[in-house]
């Protein structure tokens, strides 16, 4: 039945190790991509809803293009693609050096933002046309209306389904694994085959993931039920 | 920049020596497809009866579908899948994992990857499902009660029939998601399209244009995918809703 050397308390030494470097290294990743990611995605959307075609139509590809192609391809791209555009960038002549940290946020940020595009370009749609019309009564510009009376409505629609999505990328950070990168599951990873203990670890990190995603999603629900009633 | 482009390489012999690289990604695709149909098969079956019992009145069921909807959507898949494939083994009879092992290969990272993508498919589909049903009109569960129906045959004849037809559209993208997903199985060592365009990148050194092949591989999937659903959608949609074609409205 059971492997014979079962135990769980065996990762116990290599505890500070899984949630100093680990996990620590997971929540920077979905806080700078979130961040990031929802701040081009706003761009994104608000260029997928701009009446002009040339400013609309790039920005719908991209996000289309990013959506339809999974996130390990994308994370490979940019892992060999980014040394490439750093040289562009600085006009070098040979590649330049990036480092997987930063090749990685960059690639979840720009992959997020499709995501995010999506889910804020809905939130501004929710938003009743009277909105627009009234604050354009007023005398306000384009970027002013937008700024204090579409977007501050739009993001408190949109809010459960951004908190989910973040919830996903929480999730995906894990597949940096493909670049031997030292996240939660890498450093699990790599403390349970210096150990021979791989199947505790892997329960260990499925668990403390279950924990964290189970309540952050209660708190999800929770949010979306009180902006529900307060309608 | 000095990198040096040829799309001739996709006829180059790949590492095997006898197929070339564009054959070896017909391969991936072909895992790519396959892998998803047998773990979307066990997703929609499994995700159907989690996802109604999520709904039944029966409290017991109605738990445990709510456990296995919490537990499988909230530990990443990867995770879900090195669960399976270093863990599983160990808590299996031993016949059954060494004739896991004795698959060939990669058969044997095929079945445990459909397993996990399988369950973890469920627990979302479940999910869609449940929104579903629950965005129908209670009027529905009420009258065929009322009508003399024992619970499960309202589910089975009403409420089932009505819910899989609104949630045809978030069932296209989960999916297309199952498609997506599907590529984490190169990391057990089953070469579908990505991991196929990843070695391709490492044995003949023309990493782009392995990505890009990739990329146009899976923009095809999509678009196929997306419009078959499309046509299956106004097949069966639901006459009278706004999302139904317009002859079928009345």
């Not at chain 1, 690639?107 to 939130?123: D, S």
């Not at chain 2, 929609?44 to 009866?49: A, K, V």
């Not at chain 2, 678009?223 to 809703?241: D, K």
Request: charged letters at 10%; one cysteine or more; proline letters at 5%.
């Amino acid at each position: 039945m059971a492997a014979p050397h079962f135990e769980l308390s065996a990762i116990l030494p290599s505890l500070p190790y899984l949630l100093k470097t680990g996990l620590a290294f997971t929540l920077t990743l979905t806080a700078l991509a979130a961040v990031m990611g929802l701040a081009l995605g706003t761009l994104l959307a608000m260029a997928r809803l701009s009446p002009i075609k040339l400013i609309a139509w790039p920005a719908a590809v991209y996000v289309n293009v990013m959506r339809s192609v999974p996130l390990l391809l994308v994370i490979f791209w940019f892992y060999f693609l980014m040394p490439y555009m750093g040289a562009w960038v600085l006009g070098a002549s040979s590649p330049v050096q990036v480092g997987a940290f930063k090749s990685a946020v960059i690639t979840f940020t720009l992959f997020e933002a499709a995501y995010f595009c999506e889910i804020v370009r809905a939130g501004i749609q929710s938003v009743p046309k009277g909105q627009v019309a009234a604050g354009m009564a007023l005398g306000m510009e384009h970027g002013q209306l937008m700024r204090s009376v579409v977007l501050p409505q739009a993001f408190r629609n949109m809010m459960p389904a951004l908190l989910t999505r973040i919830i996903m990328l929480f999730q995906d950070t894990s597949l940096v694994y493909v670049l031997s990168l030292t996240d939660f599951l890498g450093a699990a990873s790599k403390i349970g085959q210096r150990d021979g203990r791989l199947p505790e670890m892997y329960i260990f990190v499925a668990l403390v993931y279950l924990a964290i995603c189970f309540a952050a999603s209660r708190g999800t629900a929770y949010l979306a039920r009180r902006h529900r009633h307060s309608h | 920049m000095n990198y040096d482009w040829s799309w001739s390489v996709f006829l180059d012999p790949s590492l095997d020596g006898t197929r070339s690289y564009l054959q070896m990604l017909f391969v991936g695709v072909g895992w790519t497809l396959t892998l998803a149909a047998c773990a979307w098969t066990i997703a929609l079956l499994l995700g159907s009866l989690i996802g109604t019992l999520r709904c039944v009145s029966h409290k017991p069921l109605k738990f445990i579908a709510t456990v296995y909807v919490e537990v499988f959507r909230n530990i990443p898949l990867l995770v879900q899948l090195f669960l399976c494939y270093f863990v599983l083994p160990e808590f299996l009879p031993s016949s059954m994992s060494t004739a896991l092992k004795q698959l060939p290969h990669p058969w044997g990272a095929f079945c445990l990857a459909v397993l996990a993508m399988g369950c973890y498919g469920a627990a979302r589909l479940a999910e869609t499902l449940r929104a579903g049903i629950e965005s129908l009109p209670r009027g529905q569960m009420l009258a065929a009660r009322a009508m003399g129906l024992t619970e499960y045959q309202a589910y089975r004849h009403i409420i089932l029939p009505e819910a899989f037809r609104i949630i045809l559209p978030p069932m296209t993208s989960e999916l297309m998601g199952t498609i997506k997903y599907s590529s984490v199985a190169l990391t057990i060592g089953l070469l579908e399209l990505t991991g196929q365009a990843r070695s391709m990148a490492d044995f003949s050194f023309h990493i782009f244009e392995a990505f890009c092949a990739a990329t146009i591989g899976y923009l095809l999937i999509n678009g196929a995918v997306s419009q078959g659903m499309r046509m299956l959608e106004r097949h069966v949609a639901v006459p009278g809703l706004i999302g139904a074609a317009p002859k079928d409205a009345v």
